[in-house]
Each structure stands twice: as structure tokens, then as C-alpha cells.
């Protein structure tokens, strides 16, 4: 799997190099209060990457009566730095595994009242905190580049996964995933949030069911790209103390350190992540997939529409995206930049559109918004709250509300579309074999190399 392996008895047994302290078993009254759970029912967990999404997902776990977090892993020690180009609540805030720790501590003591708590280690190195046996599950909220190496190493470990969108970095990763978690049994859930709302599941079964007629085009679309990237003479940098570089790249191509490759803008370098169509169109595309009952396969052509690229300087994603997805069925999938982001279903016999961040439907006819499904209609799977239903699923090894195929076949529309624009063309793809039928090129894209010693 990974490079290099740990003997889990001797990391037990001494302390780890990066590791604040040792877990304790925190008392009953930190966990669940009156409603004690008792420590057989408690799923305890581990956090793979402790940035703003990193620390967001932990902080719903951890209200979650019966889930216990004895671990939190980073190469950032700890940094203000997420929001200084990413606006939205993050400018100023610390993160990083010393302040994820420390949100835990502080958590944990002030519930059970005691006002100390010293029992949740940090970790520079991911592997150390998969090597416990007392960890059942991982959150995996990395750089996309980490995503399938840290997934299938839990897998091997027989942890379950909650894995942040967009699941993989290629294709080829995504479907190594499937097939770990496959083979060693383990619960999985992408962190693709919109199959856990009423609003979007209403949506999918008025379209599933018929109500706007035969589904023709889904409109996925999302904001802009790289608006603020480093000019084409930008300069290394040096790395900052709170940083374990080598470790933040890991198996991406060496480079020299910017403070625009790391945290949220790393999304732009192709090395690291797909841009904003991975990682804003994994969730409208993964409602598409939802609606047009796809979640299984994928389209059968992808087609660049004029997306557009930076000419030089650092990022190197695609600054306005545009392709198109055709399906075997005929509905076509758009996805594009543009200023209102806005997911629009349209079919023979009528159309529903939503905002991104609102869950104001309108739509034609008007009456679709107080339609009843019947009882003998099609009613797709239910879940309220995404992280709880991932350790439900965990306790009954039952199916998540977003399982590791549907992610994977979501983030690939994704990652075909991506191809498609680089390489400014229209290619025909085969969703069975997972490769495109009239393009060597493409399909040399389908993956990447991975700088030793990793390897999946």
C-alpha cells in the first residue's frame, strides 16, 4: 500500500513522533449526558486532515452522542493562513491538527464538567493514526491528492470511511477505492451532502417518478475559478515552520513551495485537485447522477464547449468551465461557470431549477411543489443528516445514503469532463470498461504517477 509500513505494537507501546497526547476514555457524561452510551455502542474515530472542511466535519461528529474522537492528523501544526484567499468565515481562523486537538479537548471537557481533558493525539504522519486498533472509523478531509492512498490504507485496516467530495484525484484512483473498500468490507460515505437533504431528494424523485416528463438536460451551474492566481513570476517561497511539506505533497511531483499550492487553493493545480469542477460540480453532477437514476454507470460522450485555461502562472485548472455529458438514455448534462450558480433540471413536460446555496425550488408547472409521491411510486433513499448517518450505517453495516460507487461514478463525469476541456475535443466513453473507445490520449489521463516511495 502505502511506502512504508508500522509495527501497530510498538507504535502502542511508546509514544509517537507528532503526537500530543495518548486518548483517555472520556466519561459518560461527555457522551451523551443523561442518555449514556455505553462504551460497546461508541464508534470512535480518527480525522485525516483537520482544515476548515476537515475541522467542520469533525465538529459534527463530534455532536453526535455516540461517536468519540481520539485523534486528529495534519501536516499543518497549525495556521491562520485557509481564508486569506477564501473569504467565506475562514479569514483569521486557526487550523491544523494542535487546534482540531484542542476543539476536542476543550469539547469533552466542558461536557462532562470536569474542565480538563487530555485525550485526543495529533498526528503529523496519517499512518500512525490508522495503525491503532482502538480507532473504528477515519474522516478523510485532505488535499484530493491524498484522498485514495489514506482511503485504501483504512480499508486494509478495516476502518470505515467517511471520505470528503470530490472522492478521487483520477479515475483510475477512484475505482482503486470502490474496489478496496469492496474487498475489505467496510463502510464508506462521500461526503457529497446534498443525498442527505429533503429538498434535493424531493427534487430527484419528481423527476425519477416523471413529473416534468422525459428528463432532456441538467444544467450544473457553478462558480468561478483561479480569480486571484500568482502571476507567471512568482517566486518560491520559503516553507513555514507549521508545515511538513514533503508530507503535504506526498505522492504528488515535487515542487517548490508557494503559499497559493497549499491549503484551500490547491484546488487550482492540477497536481492536487480538478479545480472548480471537482470540486463544486461534484455536488450538482452527483445530483444529476441522483435524478437521472445513473448512480451506478455515467455518460457515454463527453465534449469540451469552449472551457477556458490560464496561460501562465501557477494555477493550471480551468478558469471558466464548460463541457457537456450525453447519456446513453439522451439526457445531456451541461456544466459551466457563470455568476449565478444554479442546478436546472429540464424534461418534456416541464422544468425545476434551485439555487446552490438555497433550497428555494422554482419550477414549471408550479404545482410540482406540492406534488405527493405515491406509495407504489419510486422513493429514493432517506437520510436527514449525512455524518449521522454515517455511523448509523457503520453500526448496522447497512448501505450509505452516498456509498463509494456512486461517488466514484459521480467525481468521474467530473474528471472526464476535465479531460475533455484540456483537450479540447468531444470523445466517446465506455462506462462499463471505465475508458474512453476513440482516444489513447484521453485515456492516458485517466490516471496519474505517483512519486515514490507511495503507491496505491
Same mark, same amino acid.
Given at each position: ?62 455532536? $453526535? ?126 461526503? *457529497? $451532502?446534498?443525498?442527505?437533504?429533503? *429538498? ?15 428528463? $432532456? ?152 411543489? *406540492? ?24 453500526? *448496522? ?43 489513447? $490520449? ?15
Amino acid at each position: 500500500m502505502s511506502g512504508r509500513s508500522i509495527d501497530r505494537r510498538t507504535f502502542l507501546k511508546t509514544t509517537a513522533a507528532g503526537a500530543l497526547a495518548f486518548p483517555t476514555v472520556v466519561r459518560s457524561s461527555a457522551l451523551g449526558g443523561s442518555g449514556y452510551v455505553a462504551p460497546s455502542e461508541r464508534v470512535t474515530m480518527g480525522f485525516i486532515g483537520v482544515g476548515g472542511m476537515g475541522t467542520s466535519n469533525m465538529r459534527a461528529f463530534l455532536a $453526535q452522542p455516540d461517536v468519540q474522537v481520539l485523534a486528529v492528523c495534519d501536516p499543518v501544526k497549525a495556521s491562520d493562513q485557509y481564508g486569506h484567499w477564501y473569504k467565506r468565515g475562514w479569514n483569521g481562523a486557526w487550523f491544523g491538527r494542535e487546534p482540531a486537538a484542542k476543539i476536542v479537548e476543550n469539547d469533552y471537557a466542558s461536557k462532562d464538567g470536569s474542565g480538563r481533558y487530555k485525550g485526543c493525539a495529533a498526528y503529523v504522519d496519517f499512518r500512525e493514526l490508522i495503525a491503532r486498533d482502538d480507532i473504528d472509523a477515519v474522516c478523510i478531509t485532505t488535499p484530493d491528492h491524498w484522498h485514495a492512498i489514506c482511503a485504501i490504507e483504512a480499508a486494509v485496516a478495516g476502518k470505515d470511511i467517511y471520505c470528503e467530495k470530490p472522492m478521487s484525484l483520477t479515475v483510475a484512483e477512484g475505482r482503486a477505492m470502490a474496489e478496496a473498500v469492496r474487498r475489505y468490507n467496510v463502510v464508506f460515505q462521500t461526503g *457529497t $451532502q446534498r443525498r442527505s437533504s429533503q *429538498t434535493y431528494r424531493f427534487i430527484c424523485e419528481l423527476i425519477r417518478n416523471g413529473r416534468i416528463g422525459k428528463l $432532456q438536460k441538467a444544467l450544473v451551474a457553478i462558480g468561478p475559478n483561479n480569480k486571484q492566481a500568482p502571476p507567471s513570476d512568482w517566486a518560491a517561497m520559503p516553507v513555514p515552520d507549521w508545515l511538513d511539506y514533503e508530507m503535504w505533497l506526498g505522492p504528488a511531483p515535487w515542487a517548490p513551495y508557494h503559499k497559493d499550492r497549499c491549503l484551500y487553493t490547491f484546488r487550482f493545480l492540477e497536481d492536487y485537485s480538478g479545480g472548480q469542477t471537482t470540486n463544486l460540480g461534484a455536488h450538482g453532477i452527483d445530483v444529476v447522477q441522483w435524478a437521472n437514476g445513473t448512480d451506478e454507470t455515467g455518460p457515454v460522450e463527453v465534449e469540451d464547449l469552449g472551457a477556458e485555461f490560464p496561460s501562465d502562472g501557477l494555477f493550471t485548472t480551468a478558469t471558466k468551465v464548460n463541457f457537456r455529458a450525453r447519456y446513453a438514455n439522451g439526457a445531456e448534462l451541461v456544466c459551466r461557470t457563470q455568476k449565478d450558480e444554479i442546478y436546472r433540471f429540464e424534461g418534456t413536460e416541464g422544468w425545476i431549477q434551485v439555487p446552490v446555496y438555497s433550497d428555494e425550488i422554482t419550477c414549471h408547472p408550479e404545482s410540482l411543489k *406540492t406534488t405527493v409521491i405515491g406509495p407504489d411510486e419510486i422513493h429514493l433513499y432517506v437520510s436527514n443528516d449525512h455524518h449521522r448517518n454515517f455511523v448509523d450505517c457503520i453500526k *448496522t453495516r447497512g448501505q450509505t445514503a452516498a456509498p463509494v460507487e456512486v461517488g466514484h461514478r459521480s467525481v468521474t463525469i467530473c474528471h472526464l469532463g476535465n479531460i475533455a476541456m484540456k483537450l479540447k475535443g468531444k470523445f466517446q466513453w465506455d462506462p462499463a470498461s471505465e475508458r474512453f473507445t476513440d482516444s489513447q $490520449q484521453a485515456n492516458a489521463l485517466l490516471s496519474k504517477a505517483m512519486r515514490g516511495p507511495w503507491r496505491l
